[in-house]
């Protein structure tokens, strides 16, 4: 198991920005990929960003060159700048693990943490 405790939403102006971060239970060299997803009011739940273990990472079109995540492998934590940030930007974010295990692979998600722009 691992449990995932997201922190740093809040409300931001358009062209703000905030961080999050996501703090992990265990060493995150032990998971496979880290990220972060979004779920906005009335739509279905989306992918954002990822990093693996080797520390590769991707985003989803509608971030890029906008968020960056992160990892600080000594407090076990990964992280999420969000720059320049839009109205359409406001979910929930969620911050999930992926963990492979032969020909399982085992999600975590944290609680969530509500991220608001205005404009």
């Known amino acids: 198991q691992v449990q995932l405790v997201e922190s740093g939403g809040g409300s931001a102006q358009a062209g703000g920005s905030l961080r999050l971060s996501c703090a992990a239970s265990r060493n995150i060299l032990r998971i496979n990929a880290m990220g972060w997803h979004r779920q906005a009011p009335g739509k279905q739940r989306e992918s954002i960003a990822t990093?693996?273990?080797?520390?590769?990472?991707n985003y989803a079109d509608s971030v890029k060159g906008r968020f960056t995540i992160s990892r600080d492998i000594a407090k076990n934590t990964v992280y999420l700048q969000m720059n320049s940030l839009k109205p359409e930007d406001t979910a929930v974010y969620y911050c999930n693990a992926a963990i492979r295990n032969g020909i399982l692979a085992s999600d975590y998600w944290g609680q969530g943490t509500q991220v608001t722009v205005s404009s």
């Open positions: 990093i693996t273990d080797g520390g590769g990472t």
